[in-house]
């Protein structure tokens, strides 16, 4: 709230001079600024509100910048909008600025989607005539419809939405923003940018106050974005004395290692499996879908909890990794992935001339066909998590550590905060640790981009985030590729690194 004199002959100080001077009083800082588009409005609304005036603010690091200006005895509600940019899946998360509190929570499938499943495929699109302005569109229009209903649920109206604060991979990032992203798969492998910093709404097409600020997360190089330091930010790895990991396993998994001093990062293609990229039975969590599965041994039968206890139609990817670990552990697949036959009884049969075991039969499903996973299923599950583990090792070594050795595994993601540790390291995903070493942060970008709607000093710790962070590129590293040969096996070609993965198997 602040009160200012009335101008007069004897203090005939310019509008916004008298605001400015007031906040800096208040404030105790001398780097304020107005928007021009508020300027232009600034005098009716100071004579109108008789001077007494609530000022919006936004402290963008050391500078105060005054969004909107409402008279002093305004109720009117002041939100945040935190968004999660996915590849998959968008998430906005709604905020009571003053109080902090959540006040409802949403998500939709990435429109994007209809272009192509992966980053890849979108980037050749956005080369495209009107490609990247398509590309844009569908994900801007989605956000907009999602933010008028996330709105309407809680009696607020978009308008109310003076802040938003978007996290994404770097190439969800540019797409959000309009940037064409060719240069990042292509060497050099160079972004538009990697520091968005501020940006007023009505560029990016979004349909919130006119004065409303989006606060994007820089990315740390083309395959580490904004989303992981938002992850970084949340788990507050960057603030601990001793060396924690965090592992955000999406559409691509992405790991964090390090403490106060250092941070290794590096990232590689290791979850389209799980989300139905590769997978027939695979996809993303939804109503209908298995997200946990369990076996009677002895009659090989399968009991599947779905989404909203519903006939289930498909697996996600904390489901697919429990059924491979259970399939393993009843002898079911060997080693290398592959159907044991005697031990998997009728429910083997084929389809495509490939083996293919039949969880849930036609009578069952949704579907009104049988819900099974295949061998070539099998195979690729097995890429991902080889792909998986072998980051993890890689990540560790190239700074002197065993994974052995770190006391907290961070775990975040799409499907990777509900992945059981116990199953992933059953197949060797995860390392053979006491499970008391895993963390599950949920969705982890969310979570640091509403940090920033509720404590304006993240900003500054987002800096010194992204500055402090070291990428390992794997696309060129030998070491990675002979660890992973290694991993294309469960648990492990080594099993002595799976102690008890072992035990349960003789036993």
């Not at 229009?141 to 109206?157: E, P, Q």
């Not at 992405?254 to 001093?261: F, H, S």
């Not at 009843?330 to 389809?351: H, S, W, Y």
């Not at 998986?388 to 700074?399: F, H, K």
Request: proline content about 6%; some cysteine; charged content about 20%.
């Amino acid at each position: 709230m602040v009160s200012l004199p009335p101008p007069s002959l004897r203090d005939n100080t310019a509008d916004a001079d008298r605001l400015v001077r007031a906040l800096q009083t208040q404030l105790e800082t001398d780097d304020i600024h107005i928007d021009f588009n508020l300027l232009k409005k600034l005098p009716f609304q100071l004579r109108n509100a008789a001077y007494e005036v609530k000022c919006i603010l936004y402290k963008n690091r050391r500078q105060w910048i005054v969004i909107d200006i409402k008279e002093a005895r305004d109720a009117s509600p002041l939100a945040g909008l935190a968004v999660d940019l996915g590849t998959t899946t968008v998430v906005l998360r709604l905020i009571d600025l003053p109080s902090g509190t959540v006040l409802s929570e949403s998500s939709f499938h990435n429109p994007q989607i209809s272009i192509g499943p992966d980053i890849l495929t979108r980037v050749h699109f956005a080369g495209k005539t009107e490609g990247l302005k398509q590309l844009h569109d569908l994900l801007i229009a989605a956000l907009n419809d999602s933010i008028r209903k996330i709105c309407s649920d809680c009696g607020l109206r978009p308008e109310d939405i003076y802040f938003l604060s978007a996290a994404g991979n770097t190439v969800m990032t540019h797409l959000f923003m309009g940037l064409n992203p060719g240069g990042i798969i292509r060497e050099p492998y160079i972004p538009v940018v990697n520091r968005p910093g501020l940006i007023a709404a009505p560029e990016l097409g979004i349909a919130v106050n006119p004065q409303a600020r989006v606060l994007i997360f820089p990315n740390a190089g083309s395959y580490f974005g904004g989303d992981l330091v938002a992850g970084i930010l949340y788990s507050g790895l960057h603030r601990r004395s001793d060396t924690a990991i965090l592992v955000d396993v999406g559409t691509n998994a992405e790991v964090v290692l390090g403490n106060r001093d250092w941070l290794a990062a590096c990232a590689g293609a290791a979850g389209p499996a799980l989300e139905g990229g590769a997978s027939r039975i695979g996809m993303m969590a939804g109503p209908g879908v298995i997200d946990h599965i369990e076996l009677e041994p002895d009659e090989k039968r399968f009991r599947c909890q779905t989404i909203n206890a519903l006939p289930p139609r498909g697996i996600c990817g904390s489901g697919l990794i429990e059924l491979a670990a259970l399939l393993f552990s009843a002898g079911m697949i060997d080693g290398r992935g592959r159907f044991v036959p005697q031990n998997c009884g009728t429910k083997l049969t084929e389809r495509s001339g490939l083996p293919y075991l039949v969880i849930v039969p036609a009578n069952l499903s949704a579907t009104g066909a049988d819900l099974g996973i295949s061998q070539t299923d099998l195979d690729s599950l097995i890429r991902s998590k080889a792909a998986m583990y072998a980051i993890l090792e890689t990540i560790s070594a190239s700074v002197g550590l065993s994974l052995e050795t770190i006391d907290t595994f961070y775990v975040s993601g799409t499907f990777g905060s509900i992945i059981k540790p116990e199953a992933a390291v059953a197949i060797g995903m995860l390392p053979d640790l006491p499970l008391n070493r895993y963390v599950s942060m949920g969705n982890s970008s969310i979570g640091g981009a509403t940090m920033t709607l509720t404590d304006p000093g993240c900003l500054e710790e987002i800096d010194a985030i992204r500055d402090r962070i070291t990428y390992l590129e794997l696309n060129v590293n030998q070491e990675f590729m002979t660890r992973f040969s290694a991993a294309r096996f469960l648990p492990h070609t080594d099993l002595s690194r799976f102690p008890s993965v072992k035990v349960r198997r003789r036993g």
